[in-house]
């Protein structure tokens, strides 16, 4: 998700449920009722990132409290703040300012000129010019508060570095709660850098890490999800005073700042899921610690089934079919309080664990791997390529076994953004109007017919399209790096919307990056060391699943699929599992017996819901849904799996939350335990991945080539005979 959205996301309807408990008792109860449900409503959709269909709700929330307790009751201004935040984070500013002013208006009036209340939306105000690009407004009303951070954003925005400065070292004296103080030490990072001086803007945007980490330490895991997206105070994100050092350290260029950029960008990608990946995989020193690590485990898992019995009793909710409403209210209630507790207990043990054994909390909460550990797992012909997008500007790294190497390339978040958008919408329309729909697949009616994928209107003029985005990524992003390029193994370490990329694909207008690279993908480059510990099998024996039954079309290609590939194997086809015997359960059962798992399904990415992706098995009862959904996968253990291959549509797809942290069927079947994983982009044509799947076992089996070579060596083939990119590259190889 776009930053600009996590710098508001803050501020939207915190007060919502408080400001509906200071009703009076036993008046308007039908109504307060009401406005309670709708609340409720309001809560899940700007929970989902769904802001434009909480709108309606929080109004009528609004209309009611106005009759209950009056329009010019504090409570009424609460609420009118809370959507004036709402529609500021659409970016409709003209809906949000005079909703500001009109609260404003209400508190100074009832609750006086000095009351907070008056203050904070006074800055609201102000704060939304700033971002609507209305300088002088803002500055009035930053005067007018006597100044602080608020003023200091002004100067900033208008340059003046050495005013800012001022500002925002009063707020660092003003400052109680660290999220104040992170602000102001970002602040004051920003003042000096935008002076020249360097050292001292190194000197506060490392305080404000500092502030950061060690507020990370105490977070349990869901309050850790957006952490690193989230705003402070003045319009802060926490991302900023690593960015901030990012620059700084670029600017200066001192020696080793190579490394030094490396490790700071470390810091931030694909945090959560490296502390996954170490808390799985580590064994204490005593009995006692192992206890503790299981204990911690422990938690992790009571959380996440928490989580999903909270998310399956909300769309329960918000189903038409469903007339009793309250019973499930009630028991969504029930669990998120369950939820709430849990939470709070995680805290208090990961607390309690530093307080004793402060090594072994380093286990539960490492930090990324210094580089030459990461250097010494790799290959002496690889590259590896690590990336981070910021708002500005990307950085790159080379790094090889012998050396490492830093870019600062001039394309910024938001082009790179538009681009992959661009080739997006080509690949979509691969697909009928009917495809194109929020539902990843297409149900079938006795009057339905299987669609035709791959035909557009106009195939010329769509791969014309996808070559100048692909070209324009190429040059910008790739070859500025490419002359420094030895090996033709390459190991891309994307960040942000930079994972959606196939980077296979990315042509300089004459060839592609597959023809000449063997490529594979790292979720952080620390992560390397992790996969590597699993030893590779000399036994290959295959579990394959293909096309299960389901309510959607039949995967005809797949069943052919599967059943060539199982021809390769040792055990020739003796665990493949078709249609009605395609069962979750089966899987379930069987997965951890074998080095090779193929599941040709349908598949579906829940951007809203990510840990309800999931791949689609044959239904049996109803304890089995069909559905192995992600954060099933998590509770997986595959032992000797080192390949998973998920043919199926979007596998490859995850959410992106807390600065660069996946949620998704990739990063979950990677934690399961398996160390290599096969997935895809985008919803992948049947006859054409069934072909390319055929070839790439070929290769790697018969042909002994590499993973990432023998996907390469059957992309190229696949090339040649359909040639739109949407055929050929949307699979990707993930992991070691």
């Not at 929080?58 to 009611?64: T, V």
């Not at 350290?249 to 996954?276: C, D, N, P, S, T």
């Not at 997008?389 to 082009?415: C, G, H, I, P, Q």
Request: glycine share 6%.
């Amino acid at each position: 998700m776009n930053k600009r959205f996590w710098l508001k996301i803050q501020m939207i309807l915190l007060t919502f449920s408080i400001i509906i408990c200071l009703w009076p008792k036993g008046t308007f109860s039908q109504g307060l009722e009401e406005a309670k449900k709708l609340n409720q409503e309001v809560v899940r959709l700007y929970q989902e990132g769904r802001y434009q269909d909480a709108i309606p709700y929080a109004l009528r929330s609004l209309e009611i409290l106005g009759k209950a307790l009056g329009k010019n009751h504090p409570s009424v201004a609460g609420f009118l703040n809370n959507l004036a935040a709402l529609y500021q984070t659409l970016g409709d500013y003209g809906q949000a300012e005079p909703l500001y002013k009109r609260s404003f208006e209400i508190y100074e009036k009832a609750l006086g000129k000095d009351h907070p209340n008056v203050a904070t939306s006074l800055n609201n105000l102000g704060f939304l010019f700033l971002e609507a690009g209305r300088l002088d407004e803002a500055y009035q009303i930053f005067k007018k508060r006597g100044g602080g951070s608020g003023l200091g954003r002004y100067y900033l925005a208008k340059g003046y570095y050495q005013e800012a400065e001022k500002e925002f070292s009063r707020s660092l004296k003003w400052s109680q709660g660290k999220d104040f103080i992170i602000a102001a030490h970002i602040g004051l990072g920003l003042s000096y850098e935008g002076q020249g001086k360097h050292d001292q803007a190194r000197r506060h945007f490392q305080e404000g890490i500092g502030i950061v980490e060690e507020q990370w330490l105490t977070l349990s895991p869901s309050a850790k999800k957006c952490f690193l997206s989230g705003k402070v105070g003045a319009g802060f994100f926490r991302l900023e005073p690593y960015e901030g050092m990012l620059r700084v350290i670029f600017k200066e260029k001192k020696k080793g700042y190579e490394k030094e950029a490396f490790q700071m960008a470390e810091r931030v990608k694909g945090r959560i899921f490296l502390e996954m990946l170490a808390t799985r995989q580590l064994k204490g020193k005593t009995k006692q610690d192992d206890d503790v690590l299981q204990e911690e485990k422990s938690y992790q898992r009571e959380l996440a089934t928490l989580q999903k019995r909270i998310e399956i009793q909300e769309d329960l909710l918000a189903k038409d079919t469903v007339k009793e409403k309250e019973p499930l209210r009630k028991n969504i209630k029930k669990l998120q309080k369950e939820f709430q507790q849990k939470e709070q207990q995680y805290a208090s043990f990961i607390e309690e664990v530093k307080l004793k054994n402060t090594e072994l909390a380093s286990l539960i909460s490492p930090s990324p791997e210094p580089i030459e550990k990461i250097q010494a797992s790799l290959d002496q012909d690889t590259t590896l390529i690590e990336y981070y997008t910021a708002k500005d500007r990307t950085y790159a790294w080379l790094m090889t076994k012998e050396s490492l190497k830093a870019f600062s390339l001039k394309a910024d978040e938001a082009t790179i953004s538009q681009k992959t958008e661009e080739i997006r919408q080509t690949i979509l329309a691969n697909f009928s109007p009917q495809e194109r729909n929020a539902d990843p697949h297409i149900i079938l009616t006795p009057k339905s017919k299987a669609p035709t994928k791959g035909k557009t209107a106009n195939p010329g003029e769509n791969k014309k399209r996808f070559l100048e985005s692909s070209r324009y990524l190429y040059q910008e992003i790739f070859a500025p790096l490419e002359k420094e390029i030895k090996n033709k193994k390459l190991v891309i370490v994307p960040h942000g919307v930079l994972h959606k990329i196939p980077f296979a694909a990315l042509t300089d207008g004459k060839k592609y990056l597959v023809d000449s690279f063997d490529l594979s993908y790292l979720p952080s480059a620390s992560s390397l060391t992790y996969l590597k510990k699993k030893k590779p099998s000399s036994q290959k024996r295959l579990l394959a699943f293909a096309n299960p039954t389901t309510d959607y079309v039949p995967l005809g290609f797949a069943e052919t699929e599967a059943t060539t590939i199982s021809k390769l194997f040792p055990n020739k086809g003796e665990n493949l599992y078709k249609t009605d015997k395609a069962t979750e359960t089966c899987f379930k059962e069987k997965a951890q017996g074998f080095e090779v798992i193929h599941l040709a399904t349908h598949g579906e990415f829940n951007e809203l819901q990510p840990m309800l992706s999931g791949l689609l098995f044959s239904k049996e009862d109803q304890s089995n849904d069909g559905k192995l959904q992600v954060y099933e996968v998590f509770g997986l253990d595959l032992p000797l799996a080192h390949l998973v291959t998920l043919s199926a549509c979007q596998t490859g797809l995850c959410k992106i939350q807390g600065g660069d942290d996946l949620v998704g069927l990739s990063r979950s079947f990677i934690y399961a335990g398996t160390p290599s994983l096969l997935a895809s982009l985008w919803k992948v044509e049947d006859e054409s991945t069934a072909f390319l799947m055929e070839k790439f076992y070929q290769k790697w089996l018969n042909e002994g080539m590499s993973k990432p070579k023998a996907l390469r060596m059957a992309q190229l083939e696949a090339k040649e005979k359909y040639d739109h990119p949407y055929f050929w590259a949307p699979f990707i190889m993930i992991g070691e």
